[in-house]
Every structure is written in C-alpha cells, then in structure tokens.
C-alpha cells in the first residue's frame, strides 16, 4: 500500500494464528455493526400502533414505520449473514442519517452520536460489500 513493510511480530509463534484469523474481523463488524438492531426493533415489533402513533407525532408515516421495521429485522439478518450485504447496508445507512439529521437534532449531539456513527459504519459495508465470508460470496453475486 504505502511501501512499507508489515511490523515484526515480538512472538513470531503467532504469526500462524494470525493468518488463520486475519479474515474474521470484517464478518465479526457486520455482525456488531447489525446485532443491536434487533434490541431497537423488537419493542416497536411488540407494538406497532403505538411506533406509528409515536412517530407519527414527528411527522413520519406508517409506511415508513413498517419500512423500517423491515430493514431493523429483514435487513440486519441480510447485513449480518452478508447476503444482498451492499443494498440493505445503504439502505441502513440511509435510515441512520435521517434519523441523525431529521429526528434527533432537537435532542442535541449526543442523540445523534450513535446513528451518525452507525451510518458511517454502515456506509463502510457498502463500500466493501459482502467480504470473504459472506452469502454474497457463496453465490458469487453482489450489487
């Protein structure tokens, strides 16, 4: 990349683990990056009349509540598992931002930390598709 040598390992013994593994951390943030999803979406999968009545008070609709029911379940299974990985992360994306910078700027910065900072993940998976482990890759098609 930049010309520089990889670091020398100070216990060389590692140096097999570390190839054996050196592909997992792209599977592990797909999965970090979509497993508490399902902790936000389950209350409004619970009730969702009283998601819709809630959001509707900010001016969203119910199709768009059950839109993003969908991506919150649907979706983040896709993400996690890496199948159809682009489409549903830029769609997640594009689900943080609007909360980021629609709904939650009257609730100040540290609201909107967290969706910002999943977007941003998110927007990273897009970038890089499914990755080595990934269902995408299994049936070798990807957006």
């Known amino acids: 990349m930049n010309g520089q040598a990889e670091p020398k390992l100070i216990f060389p013994g590692l140096a097999g683990f570390y190839?054996?593994?050196s592909n997992l951390w792209y599977p592990m943030i797909r999965i970090v990056a979509v497993a508490p999803l399902f902790t936000h979406v389950w209350p409004k999968l619970m009730n969702p009349a009283g998601t819709i009545a809630f959001?509707?008070?900010a001016g969203f609709s119910p199709v768009l509540v059950y839109t993003?029911?969908?991506l919150e379940t649907v979706g983040a299974a896709c993400v996690?598992?890496?199948l159809f990985t682009r489409f549903f992360a830029a769609a997640l994306a594009i689900e943080m931002a609007v909360i980021t910078f629609v709904y939650m700027p009257p609730?100040?910065?540290a609201r909107m930390e967290p969706t910002f900072i999943w977007g941003i993940i998110f927007l990273a998976?897009?970038?890089r598709g499914g990755?080595?482990?990934s269902v995408d890759r299994k049936i070798g098609r990807e957006l």
């Open 107 to 109: 609730q100040g910065w």
């Open 68 to 70: 993003v029911m969908f």
């Open 80 to 82: 996690m598992i890496g």
């Open 125 to 127: 998976i897009v970038l």
């Open 19 to 21: 190839a054996a593994v």
């Open 55 to 57: 959001l509707g008070k």
């Open 131 to 133: 990755g080595p482990y």
